[in-house]
């Protein structure tokens, strides 16, 4: 299983960016995604998750309202929109497949992981 995280960079406070996440080598329609993000020093912390079909979100209270994810299953991709960016949200951002259909929220939940994609929101 690959997957390859794109569409980091850097953005000013206020802003947006757009992360995609493509997958291989997995039924990619049936597993749950998710997107972790981790800042030097610290522990990997969850972002957003979705299950297989879309239909169930989760996310971290602190970007509830200005991020969106969202899976493309034609395309074996899912997305983080992220809008109204702060500092805050400055890390390595890491697409993960579920171990199941469902949306985790947990580490641990998650088998495979991409390379990691930055993101600098600068004030």
């Known amino acids: 299983v690959q997957l390859q995280a794109s569409g980091g960079g850097l953005v000013q406070a206020g802003g947006s960016l757009r992360l995609s996440c493509a997958a291989s080598?997995?039924?990619?329609?049936?597993?749950?995604m998710g997107w972790f993000r981790q800042v030097p020093g610290k522990e990997r912390e969850f972002v957003a998750a979705?299950?297989?079909?879309?239909?169930?979100?989760k996310y971290r209270s602190s970007v509830k309202g200005r991020f969106t994810i969202s899976r493309d299953n034609a395309k074996n991709t899912v997305y983080l929109q992220m809008n109204s960016l702060k500092p805050d949200d400055t890390a390595v951002y890491y697409c993960?497949?579920?171990?199941?259909?469902?949306?985790?929220?947990?580490?641990?939940?998650?088998?495979?992981w991409g390379q990691g994609t930055l993101v600098t929101v600068s004030s």
């Open positions: 993960g497949t579920s171990r199941g259909s469902w949306s985790s929220e947990d580490e641990d939940g998650y088998d495979y």
């Open positions: 080598g997995r039924i990619f329609s049936i597993y749950g």
């Open positions: 979705i299950n297989w079909n879309g239909g169930i979100t």
